[in-house]
């Protein structure tokens, strides 16, 4: 998944629409719902997460800083 496409999941996530997400490596399944404000409930497998969308955000800009220029969004399925 590239930058883009993570960003837009976030937003339409944030909007309150829910998507599936897939780990094509390992091909497990979650699900990415909006919890409140700058956060979003991840279920993986049998249990949930909660994910701060600034944390990604800014796990997303250190990888540009770092020269990637599409990181590679690991979901951690």
Request: proline content about 1%.
């Amino acid at each position: 998944m590239n930058r883009k496409d993570y960003r837009e999941l976030c937003d339409l996530a944030a909007a309150g629409e829910h998507r599936i997400v897939i780990n094509l490596d390992n091909h497990t399944q979650g699900e990415v719902r909006s919890c409140h404000h700058d956060y979003f409930n991840v279920r993986v497998g049998r249990g949930w997460e909660v994910w701060n969308r600034k944390d990604c955000e800014m796990s997303l800009m250190l990888h540009e800083s770092a020269g990637q220029s599409e990181p590679s969004i690991d979901f951690q399925i």
